[in-house]
């Protein structure tokens, strides 16, 4: 069964530290680019940072940089987002999903997770 299942998710204060998984299963998780995105109610799906299949390259969100870190494991078929420095607008549902290639555009991921909840108190 292709799924992707996040998990790490939880209530911090601001300036407080997060680390999100994603454990993938059903494919050839060193095949594939991924990524991670944010969604609040009511707004768009927002790119958060992304990884190549070999963990060489990544790319992130100007709002992100220099406070997430993407990295994979591909021996564990699994994704990271290390959140540092927390702000109360990181707050949101955070989803992870598959693409092709370092791309940036949700419509360019073809395979969701379910999302994990995040939410910064400040």
């Known amino acids: 069964q292709v799924q992707l299942v996040e998990s790490g998710g939880g209530l911090v204060q601001a300036g407080s530290s997060l680390r999100l998984s994603c454990a993938v299963s059903?494919?050839?998780?060193?095949?594939?680019?991924m990524g991670w995105f944010r969604q609040v109610r009511g707004k768009e799906r927002e790119f958060v940072a992304a990884?190549?299949?070999?963990?060489?390259?990544?790319q992130y969100a100007d709002s992100v940089k220099g406070r997430f870190t993407i990295s994979r494991d591909n021996a564990k078929s699994t994704v990271y987002l290390q959140m540092n420095s927390l702000k109360a607008e990181d707050t949101a549902v955070y989803y992870c999903a598959r693409a092709w290639g370092l791309v940036t555009r949700p419509e360019d991921y073809d395979l969701w997770g379910q999302g994990t909840q995040v939410t910064v108190s400040s």
């Open positions: 059903g494919f050839t998780f060193s095949s594939f680019a």
């Open positions: 990884i190549s299949w070999s963990g060489g390259s990544t």
